[in-house]
């Protein structure tokens, strides 16, 4: 695994202030990233042919990247239907879509899954992505995630995944919005502070709360085999399944 100092050294040189500002914000989101990358670059050590990722939610590129850092070999499409967040990847990281091994969709998450042909994918990557689905929605990418992977495939998602037990996910939750303050006001970003709030209120509410039992449920009844969560840390946790 990329030791967390050469994975900060080598973001901070190609995503810049936003990989900064996001490890201020919420240190375990950059984490996150590593360990997905991890996973992605595991997957590929066996095998030998290179390997066709697709990435939801590329963001500004900061998963991506540790996606295509994980294995020269393989390539990532990353799918993003945010313009702004997109754009930026696509600065960041140009050369990787110059050689070739980089390319992006501007489509939802779920029409860019129903484009791709079944049993074309090798792995479906994520990084605090699916949470901010709407449940019906997730259900139905789950489905889609299950559809266009190959048999063996992979599917690596780190994410916010709500305990089952409510009292201490509310404990955590509580937790992580005490950091967001201390973070924020000491660098006076009021404004960053006051959007953060915003979207964990979405987060959380009933219809799109990502409850950790309930998502092994919809995982099971798409048909996916070996599910297994890890790396937890309070409302974060790491999942892998296979097709």
């Not at 996001?22 to 950059?30: D, G, M, N, Q, S």
């Not at 779920?110 to 689905?133: K, M, R």
């Not at 303050?181 to 990502?210: C, G, P, T, V, Y």
Request: hydrophobic fraction near 40%; aromatic fraction near 8%; include cysteine.
């Amino acid at each position: 695994m990329m030791a967390a100092n050469t994975f900060d050294a080598m973001f901070s040189g190609v995503i810049g202030q936003e990989y900064q500002l996001l490890k201020l914000i919420c240190p375990f989101a950059t984490e996150m990233s590593r360990l997905v990358g991890f996973e992605v670059g595991e997957y590929c050590k066996s095998k030998s042919e290179p390997q066709a990722i697709v990435e939801l939610g590329g963001g500004t590129g900061i998963t991506t990247l540790a996606i295509l850092s994980a294995d020269e070999r393989s390539s990532v499409l990353s799918v993003d239907n945010e313009p702004a967040m997109q754009n930026q990847a696509k600065q960041s990281l140009q050369r990787w879509a110059d050689n070739g091994r980089l390319g992006f969709s501007g489509d939802d998450a779920l029409s860019a899954l129903t484009q791709l042909e079944s049993g074309s994918v090798d792995i479906v990557a994520s990084a605090y992505t699916l949470h901010n689905f709407e449940a019906g929605y997730r259900r139905q990418v789950i489905q889609e995630i299950f559809r266009v992977l190959k048999t063996g495939g992979q599917f690596i998602n780190g994410d916010r995944y709500a305990l089952d037990e409510v009292g201490v996910h509310t404990r955590n939750t509580q937790k992580e919005v005490a950091g967001y303050f201390k973070a924020l006001k000491e660098i006076n970003r009021l404004d960053l502070l006051e959007q953060w709030i915003i979207h964990l209120f979405n987060d959380e509410s009933e219809n799109h709360i990502m409850r950790e039992s309930i998502a092994l449920q919809q995982m099971i009844e798409a048909g996916f085999e070996r599910i297994q969560f890890k790396s937890r840390h309070d409302v974060n946790a790491l999942l892998t399944a296979q097709k």
